[in-house]
């Protein structure tokens, strides 16, 4: 399974990105689709996650109101929508596919399927 993550640039804080996530629609339609970042020298974070089957998104404290995840099904993709970018935002953004539990999806074990990132960088 092929996830492809793209979108990603240079902006300056307090700009905008959209990434995009291109997932097989068996993957969309039966798995929870999140996002995760990673900076140098620092773990992978979880950024926010959305299961099509129900429920409201979950979201980082850290992203809280700035970023926005959604689907859009008939380009089978997945979207995270960041807005009010700052420099600590600067990572490598990856898009992942998990069958997990609510309560599982900050962690990255859980996940059986992963894009290959987009860098994400942002200037002060």
């Known amino acids: 399974v092929q996830l492809q993550a793209s979108g990603g640039g240079l902006v300056q804080a307090g700009g905008s990105l959209r990434l995009s996530c291109a997932a097989p629609g068996d993957i969309l339609r039966g798995y929870t689709m999140s996002w995760f970042r990673q900076a140098p020298g620092k773990d992978r974070e979880f950024v926010a996650a959305?299961?099509?089957?129900?429920?409201?998104?979950v979201y980082a404290d850290s992203v809280k109101g700035r970023y926005f995840i959604s689907r859009d099904n008939a380009k089978n993709t997945v979207e995270l929508q960041m807005n009010g970018l700052k420099p600590e935002d600067t990572a490598v953004y990856y898009c992942?596919?998990?069958?997990?539990?609510?309560?599982?999806?900050?962690?990255?074990?859980?996940?059986?399927?992963w894009g290959q990132g987009t860098l994400v960088t942002v200037s002060s």
């Open positions: 959305h299961r099509i089957s129900g429920g409201r998104p």
């Open positions: 992942a596919a998990t069958r997990g539990v609510r309560s599982s999806w900050p962690d990255p074990q859980m996940y059986n399927y």
